[in-house]
């Protein structure tokens, strides 16, 4: 295995820089239609404290569908493996959209945590008196697993998202309905809303996978900030489910766990060596960053680093 440097992510960043035009920025969301979609930068972040970065990784943009990594590992801090696992959310990949509602008319349980029917129930899990201590306690965490005091509330992204959240209205509601859902489901969305609007960087989402990486210890301060068993869960999860209903094509293609999001950002992970953050806006027709998909493909061939 070839080990991580400059030049090689300053090369994986050329490739990836032609593929922001075969993709679209995210048209069902008003704040995500207009961001860039020429923006591109990857940042790989080392167990042992090295950082390296090339192009757009101190540009913010909206985490969007990688906060469902953090509320994952918020809720199996609150309730344990079991409790969601085994009657709020599956552990399988679907094969459908990332907010499909088609399987819950039969099957009740969502999935999986990564499509937003899963989300959704795993926030309503979050412990808190309402939707604000749940964002409040989500904040928090998801500044320590990034390793940064600045993530905030992007304001005009979150009212964009409540705006034109109708399609993760109906599966709040018919999680409630079928008593999937914990709490009000006004309540448990608003939160949702929030957590998808959080401004992050690619260098704070390295970080996150760099966590990830480090078995839930934060390479940089020593701290353990999640289960190591939770940790493997999530990483597992990243590597069936974390690219909508790209997962599969990517686990050929790039082979190491990611979690993607409309926002264009890509978190991936490298146990025991790195976290990898990767910002691209411009969109496949699934709903992942194209340019990141094909940065993260060149660094995979580059350092002969797929799992299997």
Known sequence: MAEICQSMLEDALSYGRAFTKEGKTAQYIPYLRQVDRDLLGVCAETLDGRRFSAGDTRVPFTVQSIAKVVALSLALQDRGERYLFSGRVGLEPTGDPFNSIIRLET?????????????IAVVGTIKGHSGADKFRRLLEHFKKLCGSETIALCQEAYLSERETGDKN????????ATKMLEGDAREVLDAYFRMCSLYVTAEDIAHLGA??????????????????????IIRTLMLTCGMYDGSGQFAVKVGYPAKSGVGGGIVATLVDRMGIGVFGPALDPRGNSAAGIAVLEYLSQAMDIRLF
Do not use: C, S
């Open 107 to 119: 099957d009740r349980k969502p999935y999986n945590p990564f499509i937003n029917a899963g989300a």
């Open 169 to 176: 209205r109906a599966l709040a509601y018919h999680l409630k």
């Open 211 to 232: 966590v990830l990486a480090n078995r839930g210890v934060d390479p940089g301060t020593g701290e353990r900030l999640m289960e190591a068993n939770h940790a493997r």
